[in-house]
């Protein structure tokens, strides 16, 4: 039996539907991150975890046991929230306290745990500091702490990292990471950042208009997108639509406009005459010279149109001669080179069928 | 060097004139006020001369002395500051659910309900207090009721009017919006996601109320107090309308010294007394509410 179990659950909002029959197993230790793009449906799931909002149909179990009826004060399950909401007429020891106090702890063990919460996060001697005296960071962590300290079996983390500066944000997850290792508390983290939940999680939901797409771990849901959005979502993707020619010995033939006939690996045996798009990662596709040797399944010649150099690698939109468009990614591996290739110039690009996911659509 | 000369002139001519308007109006006749406490009293009324006829100045401490050894004047005080502080509470227990409901009522229908708090305002205050002498009146409904309630109890019939009842009644709903307008101001700015989090950390309904809503809520509390505390110790329309005879609070009391008794030297002792009163009890609410504010900052 799973920890949490989210069975058939909808939530309307007039003619709105917020969440659609989502149904997903979350098992005690993961670390599972509700992922979409604003309006998905992940944050009012995340509530309607907590208690704050009821939903209209479908049932959420903890344990086993059907949480409907229990106000949020009366469920195990604690929450950070966006904008910390800490006790700003409290210390950082107040602030931790307070569930304590509410769970009706013995005083005499509050300070200890207190103590122990905020040696978790990392924030030892702030406890007499009040929150305004605190960066974002260090403010992060006590609602960190305050959520934590009465050990629950579930904390749900709503875009927790989304108000700090990049640098500080991949410092926490790096944290974050480390504690719920440490704590081994199962945690529910909802996010529209796709490289925050690759980097977190162990298994991601992919929420869009209050359905889930795909739940996987971030390496199947990256390389195995299921679906058009899924792939479009998570990271950056060339998704080239066509007619499936042809099937033999589990390779398709489709024709795609501006590029002609292209050959893609596909798992299950694709239907000839039906529609479908081959999802394509621009670090999986090959940018060379033209005069270059040995060739590819799938090999085009084109030119530079755009290109936009990140420092690390270099992305580079190419025009094919028969006017299709694709993304390439270059890793900018020679030193004091900024780029291999300028606008403009003749370019072959080119990948393997197995490079390419076939989605249907 | 012109332009800082420049600054310094429209600087002097914005803060000139109600500069000049305080001193003329408010600091010279409360420096006359403390003068004329040291005089004596003129024999039809007014100051005596400051100069007597056998050339001695004529200052003393007579008043004052007047205003320690009679007992009455101290008990009227007392009774004063004890009405003004039942005043103050009465306010902020009807005052505070007020301004929560419309504190945290749609949007739309809040200012419809902050018109209707200050809607009083709009007539006069005197007809306000002579409504109440018919609400309270033998005749009225209230009166009736109440004593027909007392008569199945085999108790005397009571007056409503003209009882500290009605005195504290009055005084309560004249000063009511005073106490929900800086309430309202404090609530409505309260982040709704700290009674979330409140809730969430396992605090039920009565707990997020003390612990975080009231905490927070009391710079608008002291503000409230300030502005129902001050007005209520020195007002003496309601007690000579509403008040019966010993229902006097020490408003009445520098009033007759003015112009029944015609004793401005005491008028202005007991004056004086309530002026410093009022100062020290607000000089120390806002102590207070600096020392709560260093210890433990809650948003304004």
Redesign the interface.
Known sequence: MALLEIQDVVRRFGDFTAVDRVSIDIEAGEFFTLLGPSGCGKTTLLRLI?G?DRPDGGRILLNGEDLAGR???QRP???V?Q?Y???????VEGNVA??LK??KVPDAQIPERVKAALDDVRLQGFGRR?P?ELSGGQKQRVAIA??LV?HPPLLLLDEPLAALDAKLREEMQLELISLQHEVGITFVYVTHDQTEALALSHRIAVMNKGRVEQIDEPSRLYGYPKSRFVADFIGHCNLLTGRVKATRDGVAELEIEGFGPVLAASESPATSGSTMSIALRPEKIRIRRPESADAFDNQFGGKVAEMLYMGDVTVYKVHTDGGGTVEALLANSAPGRARFFEIGDRVDVGWTAGAGHLLDG | MAALAETTKSRWLVSGPPLLYLIAFFALPALIMVLASFRSPGEFGGLAPLVDTSGQVDLNVESYTRFLTEPVYAQVFLKSVVVALLTTLCCLLLGYPLAMVIARSPKRRRDLLLLLVILPFWSNFLIRVYAWMIILGPQAMLSRAVNSVLAVAGIEPVSLLFSPFAVLVCLVYVHLPFMVLPLYANLEKH?Q??L?????????GW?RFW??TF??SLPGVYAGAALVFIPALGIFAIPDILGGPDDSLIGNLIKQQFLETRDWPFGSVLSIVLTVAALLLAGLVAWIGRARTEK????A
């Open positions: 907590a704050f106000p949020p004060e399950v604690r929450t929230f904008s909401a800490l006790f700003p007429h409290m210390t307070f569930p509410m769970g009040f305004h305050r959520a009465t | 982040d996601a700290l979330d989090a409140a809730q969430d950390l396992g605090a039920n707990q612990k975080v905490p927070l433990e900052p809650a948003r």
